[in-house]
């Protein structure tokens, strides 16, 4: 008889656990991951009702690609590009939140009598919200267009990005026991240059890479390359000394940034989704009930700190960032909760061997508390918001109000903002991609060539050489590439002198980097000889060589980032108008909508519901503006302008089946008619989209004669004048009353 492996056998029992337990979940409209935790528990060491594993080192393995995946489509819905987006307002409010979250964490750990090492770890766990819970939670109460969630997704974005360096973070002080400052920094310095390496190589080769290849890639072969990259960038990352799941986020976002993004995140996901599940079954096996009935008052302690504190740091950091009061709140109340996240940084802690083994269940009990109650918190959302605006004195109320219009006017000098960014993140660009050839050829082409019994000046001569070729175009544009917007700037804003003060700081920090680097390979004597004579060959003698070389390189790196065809991938924008409840989101129109093909004067939109569609997607081609005989298709993407109210009226529209409600019965006639422009009417000397014809007569203005001349079909544009005679086709009663 055949023996089935273990590792069969307990990836079969918890699967199937979990497909009966999900179900269950999915009737009673609760968490899918809370499901899987559950799962978890009936099938782990804890419990005897269900068949138990028999390999827990086989689920761990299970659990560890797992992360791996699902950090790996993480960072596919990342990229630079959505990071971009989201903009100040949601960093500054993420970044506020979780700091506060920690401190939190940290000082009730203490309280509690709990170790340092254990209540820093609190910290981490309870400052990152569940994206899951949240968009699982939002869909489901059909608050998915409403104005605040925008910025809550904005906030998850850099939360997200934020726990990925947290458990950098939390390693490094793990492993060194020390909270030294030179340690913390180094750990961050080292981070963040090898980010910057990962997203201008990855940038620079990859999407290039992709465009040829595109005709040769079938759905088989992206997923082989997509899933080979994720994984040769895990090996990279853990052989530098970082975390698996940190490899696996920036291949993800790197790979966001190319043409098949889009594809590579549609064909990870059902891998994603598997792995994933295990890895919360994992979580759930875990779960030790004794030490949850021992420790529920810091169960309910801990469940109220997260509702409590991150529903305030959200609050005041929205509220801060300029965001109104009532968004803020709502904001607030949809991110009181924790998650994945904390799942794994708890795990990090065990494997880690620096905290207690009780910290693990208590963080999956405070998730499932706090996971329940989140869809309590977003309904009462707004009742809590209008309970707090009757409290706070009027004045109050009124300063938040004109903090919020005056933080909305301040983004006008944007254009200035912009242009600083652009030039600084340059200047550390080119400064990183130095510094990486440098580091390069001295830790590996040199040691490469003396493993190969070349002598040591010739290898070390090679090396520089090679060196110096290679970065020559980058310390060219680090000492003089130029920003024709940016000094354009200068000069208008009467800022021309400081021009050279950015000239020779620039200046400045090339030759000091470069006379640095240089110093690896010979003595301090000979090193400022090359530097003096690198600086005459870079700013003078191959000058405009260097400046095309570097040129071709930043033109390719531009193009790869703003290809317009990815742009397709990130085209949904929440953008506020203004400081009020006015936005713009996108809805898809349903394949047998009774209104598909009726043209948009018929369903009067505007008038039933006050909102604006502003822009019709179908397929490549885009409608600006529609006009009143457009009409909407199936699967269009509509762009609709409105308040959160007016958005909720138009998305029941849109999903009702019932051709009723859609075309309600009515006794009034629909006719052709003329009126006459006399000078008392109030449509006079006004155009035709201004004068409210269409709304006062649920019509259109087919036609216009005109000192014996006719027009037919007028522009919107025309101005209506003095003795016009009208042909309106509209509602016959309703055009007879006109004055």
């Not at 707004?382 to 009757?390: D, M, P, R, S, T």
């Not at 991609?433 to 440098?438: D, G, M, R, W």
């Amino acid at each position: 008889m055949h023996n089935l492996p273990s590792m069969i056998s307990d990836l079969a029992l918890i699967l199937g656990t979990a497909g009966l337990v999900t179900l269950l979940f999915k009737k009673l409209n609760q968490p899918i991951v809370l499901g899987y935790l559950v799962a978890g528990f009936l099938v782990g060491p804890k419990t005897s009702i269900f068949p138990t594993v028999v390999s827990g080192e086989s689920i761990n393995l299970w659990a560890e690609i797992g992360v791996i995946f699902l950090l790996f489509a993480l960072g596919l819905e990342f990229s630079f590009k959505r990071l971009f987006r989201v903009g100040g307002t949601a960093s500054f409010t993420a970044i506020l939140e979780i700091s506060l979250m920690i401190v939190f964490g940290y000082v009730t750990g203490r309280l509690l009598g709990w170790s340092t090492m254990d209540s820093l770890f609190l910290g981490g766990i309870l400052s990152i919200s569940s994206t899951s819970i949240i968009i699982r939670t939002i869909e489901e109460l059909g608050f998915k267009n409403l104005k605040f969630v925008s910025m809550v997704f904005g906030v998850l974005v850099i939360e997200d990005l934020v726990a990925v360096l947290l458990m950098v973070l939390l390693t490094t002080v793990a492993l060194t026991r020390d909270f030294a400052g030179s340690e913390m920094l180094s750990a961050i310095v080292k981070l963040s240059f090898f980010l910057a390496i990962w997203f201008v190589a990855g940038i620079f080769m990859l999407p290039s890479f992709l465009k040829r290849a595109q005709k040769l890639l079938t759905e088989e072969t992206v997923l082989v390359v997509a899933v080979g990259l994720c994984l040769l960038m895990v090996v990279f990352a853990t052989t530098v000394g970082f975390s698996s799941a940190l490899g696996a986020f920036i291949m993800g976002s790197i790979l966001a940034e190319t043409i098949e993004g889009e594809r590579i995140h549609h064909l990870v996901a059902p891998i994603k989704n598997l792995f994933s599940a295990v890895f919360f079954i994992s979580v759930g096996m875990l779960i030790d009930p004794h030490v949850i009935a021992l420790y529920w008052r810091e169960v309910l302690l801990l469940s109220a700190v997260v509702i409590v504190g991150k529903t305030f740091s959200v609050t005041l950091g929205s509220v801060l960032a300029g965001q109104t009061l009532k968004s803020s709140v709502q904001s607030g109340m949809a991110l009181a909760q924790i998650g994945e996240f904390s799942f794994i940084i708890a795990t990090l802690g065990l494997n880690l061997k620096v905290i207690s083994e009780k910290m693990y269940p208590m963080a999956v009990a405070v998730s499932v508390v706090t996971a329940f109650t989140t869809p309590y918190m977003l309904r009462a959302s707004e009742k809590v918001y209008g309970l707090i605006e009757k409290v706070l004195p009027a004045k109050v109320v009124s300063a938040l109000d004109s903090y919020s219009v005056i933080s909305f006017s301040m983004s006008g000098n944007k254009e200035w903002k912009e242009q600083v960014r652009a030039y600084i993140l340059k200047v550390l660009l080119n400064s990183v991609v130095v510094v990486a050839i440098f580091l390069l050829m001295a830790r590996v082409f040199l040691p490469f060539l003396l493993e190969r019994q070349v002598e040591e000046g010739p290898a070390k001569f090679i090396s520089l050489s090679a060196t110096l070729f290679l970065s020559a175009p980058f310390l060219w544009a680090l000492a003089f590439g130029r920003t024709k917007q940016f000094e354009i700037l200068l000069m208008e804003q009467g800022k021309g002198s400081h021009n050279y003060v950015f000239l020779v700081s620039r200046i400045m920090l090339a030759v000091g980097l470069l006379g640095a680097m240089v110093a690896q390979f010979v003595p301090l004597g000979w090193a400022i000889g090359i530097t003096l004579w690198m600086v005459v060959v870079v700013g003078y003698v191959l000058s405009q060589k260097l400046r095309n070389v570097y040129q071709w390189f930043e033109n390719r790196f531009l193009s790869n980032l703003h290809d317009d065809v990815q742009k397709k991938h990130a085209r949904k924008s929440n953008r506020a108008l203004a400081p009020w409840d006015a936005h713009i989101t996108e809805f898809t129109i349903p394949s047998e909508a009774p209104f598909v093909g009726v043209p948009l004067h018929m369903l009067s939109i505007r008038e039933k519901f006050g909102v604006t569609i502003a822009l019709i997607e179908r397929g490549r081609r885009r409608i600006t503006a529609p006009g009143r005989n457009e009409s909407l298709m199936p699967h269009d993407q509509v762009h609709v302008i409105g308040t959160d109210e007016q958005l909720i009226g138009f998305k029941l529209f849109i999903e009702s089946d019932d051709e009723a409600a859609v075309f309600p019965e009515s006794d009034s006639e629909y006719s052709l008619e003329q009126y006459l422009l006399s000078e008392k009417s109030p449509y006079l000397n006004k155009s035709i989209r201004d004068c409210g014809l269409r709304e006062a007569t649920h019509g259109l203005v087919v036609g216009i004669e005109r000192e014996g001349q006719r027009i037919l079909n007028p522009d919107s544009s025309e101005t209506l004048q003095k003795g016009d005679v009208l042909w309106i086709v509209g509602d016959r009663e309703k055009i007879l009353l006109l004055e």
